[in-house]
C-alpha cells in the first residue's frame, strides 16, 4: 500500500488525480491486477468521470449544489458542514479499478477525481 496527498485550494472542487494514481500503481509494481484507491475522509470522497471537458466537472459540482444546498434549516451537524459529509457520501470513499499491463484501464474520456466537500485542505488518498 502507498498513499500521496492532495492539497484543495476552494470549498468545492474536483481535483483530476489520475496520475497520482497512475504512479502509485507503477510504485506498487502493480502489472495485471486490482487496486484499491480510497479516500478516509468524512466530507470528502472520490469518483471516475470524463476528464476531457471541463463542463462535465463544473455541471457535477452544480447539480449536487442543487440537490444538496449548503444550508438547510434542518441540518443539525454543529460544524456547519453537513452538505459536505452528505455529498461525499452520495459519491463515495473508495473505487476498485483494474489495471492492465502496468497502466489503470480507464476508457479514453475517463479520469479519477478527488471530490473536495469542505476545502480547502491537505487530503490523503491510499492505493493498495
Request: glycine share 6%.
Amino acid at each position: 500500500m502507498t498513499y500521496f496527498e492532495v492539497p484543495t485550494r476552494v470549498r468545492e472542487q474536483f481535483v483530476n488525480i489520475t496520475n497520482q494514481v497512475q504512479q502509485a500503481v507503477e510504485k506498487l509494481g502493480v502489472s495485471d491486477d486490482t487496486i484499491t484507491v480510497f479516500v478516509p475522509h468524512a466530507t470528502c470522497g472520490i469518483t471516475v468521470n470524463e476528464n476531457a471537458d471541463p463542463n462535465v466537472v463544473n455541471d457535477m459540482l452544480q447539480q449536487l449544489d442543487r440537490m444538496v444546498p449548503l444550508r438547510q434549516p434542518f441540518y443539525k451537524h454543529a460544524e456547519g458542514n453537513s452538505a459536505a459529509h452528505l455529498k461525499a457520501s452520495l459519491m463515495g470513499c473508495s473505487l476498485h479499478l483494474i489495471v492492465t499491463c502496468g497502466h489503470l484501464n480507464l476508457g479514453v474520456w475517463q479520469g479519477i477525481y478527488l471530490c473536495e466537500f469542505d476545502g480547502p485542505r491537505m487530503r490523503r488518498v491510499y492505493v493498495a
